[in-house]
């Protein structure tokens, strides 16, 4: 996946938002071109990545708990 600024007359993807969009992801034309994200969403999308995506060190800790959510 690539991001890149994206151009400003395009408005933010995220579903009710309606700030300009200032990134952009190259989805390699699936649903369309690429997915355009402001500033707020990619920042709010970054703290909800940041949660569920947790650090290598910490997951080992956590993997008996991963594996029955897994079943
Ligand atoms: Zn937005």
Redesign the pocket.
């Known amino acids: 996946m690539k991001m890149t600024k994206c151009r400003s007359d395009l408005k933010?993807d995220?579903y009710g938002?309606k700030?300009n969009?200032k990134y952009a992801f190259s989805t390699k034309g699936f649903i369309r071109k690429e997915l355009v994200?402001?500033e707020?969403?990619m920042k709010s999308m970054f703290e909800c990545f940041s949660k569920n995506l947790v650090p290598k060190g910490v997951e080992s800790a956590f993997k008996g708990k991963r594996k029955k959510e897994n079943l």
């Open positions: 933010c995220f938002c700030n969009a994200f402001c707020d969403c």
